[in-house]
């Protein structure tokens, strides 16, 4: 006799015409501003017709409202809800709690960095068992110009916050961290750029030999990075390729993060 094969866990049951209001207040939200009927309809691949009745009972519970013009937005209520998970959401605490199962997924240390008075600076750092010999400790900072870290907040900082500490960097007016000399200022402007671009950082065996790292920011609902994540192991160890597992699953993290802040990617 056989043993049958185990049976699947079962998904459970939603209500669809609930997931389909939330897709309404989803396009509504991403939309940045007022829409029309045909338009947002357009957005949903929803007939107007069919989309409209969902429309009126977000209106009935003040979810959704309509302009003078006849556009929809989204409602106080929507407002009243978002304030409220503002309110309960720290992006540090938060961070902290989910980042041992992002290390422990990859094998690698993950330290959390906020923007300090003497820049990058980190503030939880979770271990793994590819354990570096580096100087990488609670309190201790990163410098801007050479680090993946240093680079992710130089590309989406105000540049009145991050300049002064660039400038003094390539300047050697501050001691490097590093037994190596800096980076030339075209090259650092130039790889801030292609961060800015991509949404990540990526040091190979710098600064120090035989470290790489991958560095990806958190954003609030303002669109203000809070934080950065930072995955760091031995180079033979890392993965550093665009697809590969490292980097995917840091994205995901940081952009998960995000969006639990509030933050609305493109809106």
């Not at 503030?123 to 993946?148: D, K």
Request: glycine share 10%; hydrophobic share 40%; proline share 6%.
């Amino acid at each position: 006799m056989t043993d049958s094969a185990p049976a699947k866990p079962r998904t459970p049951r939603g209500v669809q015409s609930i997931e389909t209001g939330g897709a309404i207040l989803m396009a509504l939200a991403r939309a940045g501003g007022p829409l029309k009927l045909r338009d947002l309809a357009e957005t949903l691949g929803m007939a107007a017709a069919q989309l409209h009745p969902y429309l009126v009972s977000f209106r009935n519970i003040n979810m959704v409202e309509q302009t003078e013009t006849g556009q929809y937005q989204l409602g106080p209520f929507a407002l009243h809800l978002g304030l409220t998970r503002l309110r309960n959401q720290n992006a540090y605490r938060e961070t902290i709690r989910r980042v041992p199962e992002l290390a422990e997924d990859l094998g690698l240390m993950v330290t959390i960095s906020v923007w300090g008075l003497h820049g990058p600076t980190i503030v939880y750092l979770q271990e793994s068992e590819a354990r570096i010999h580096s100087n990488v400790a609670v309190g201790g900072t990163f410098m801007v110009t050479m680090t993946a870290t240093g680079k992710a907040f130089a590309a989406f900082l105000p540049g009145k916050m991050t300049e002064p500490l660039i400038r003094t960097e390539l300047e050697g007016k501050e001691p490097s961290l590093y037994a190596i000399p800096g980076v030339s200022e075209e090259t650092f402007r130039r790889e801030v750029s292609a961060v800015a671009r991509q949404g990540y950082s990526v040091t190979r065996d710098a600064p120090i030999p035989g470290v790489s790292a991958i560095a990806a920011p958190v954003f609030d609902h303002t669109g203000t990075v809070q934080l950065v994540v930072t995955v760091i192991g031995p180079t033979n160890f890392i993965d550093l390729s665009e697809r590969g597992p490292c980097l995917t699953r840091l994205m995901g993290f940081t952009e998960a993060l995000s969006r639990d802040l509030g933050h609305i990617e493109g809106a």
